[in-house]
């Protein structure tokens, strides 16, 4: 069994930043891609970044380019989600996904098998 457990959420203004990690525990023997994902109020559920499981490959959704950066660290078996400029629209939850073994990059969140609980990023005017 895998756990995925995000963390640093939180309340700020247009304009600052924020830094989501994603902390993996469990079976983790296989070091595979990994995703963000959030959802808003009354939104779907909407693809943010992924990362290949090597790091040299990441795929953005248009709306966070250049704003946000994804990278992990193999020792602590975490990934990061570093969100500069936040703007209101970015409020949502957040989730981390760890990718089905043999998974690139995906935009797909059927191709996620774990998924983390979610954090709360709320980004005031």
């Known amino acids: 069994q895998v756990q995925l457990v995000e963390s640093g959420g939180g309340l700020v203004q247009a304009g600052d930043s924020l830094r989501l990690s994603c902390a993996v525990s469990g079976r983790t023997s296989s070091i595979r891609a990994r995703g963000w994902f959030r959802r808003a109020p009354g939104k779907e559920r909407e693809f943010v970044v992924s990362?290949?499981?090597?790091?040299?490959?990441?795929s953005y959704a248009d709306s966070v380019k250049g704003r946000f950066t994804i990278s992990r660290d193999y020792a602590k078996n975490t990934v990061y989600l570093q969100m500069n400029s936040l703007k209101p629209d970015d409020t949502a939850v957040y989730y981390c996904?760890?990718?089905?073994?043999?998974?690139?990059?995906?935009?797909?969140?059927?191709?996620?098998?774990?998924w983390g609980q979610g954090t709360q990023v709320t980004v005031s005017s």
């Open positions: 990362i290949s499981a090597s790091g040299g490959r990441t």
């Open positions: 996904a760890r990718a089905r073994l043999g998974v690139g990059i995906t935009t797909d969140p059927s191709q996620y098998d774990s």
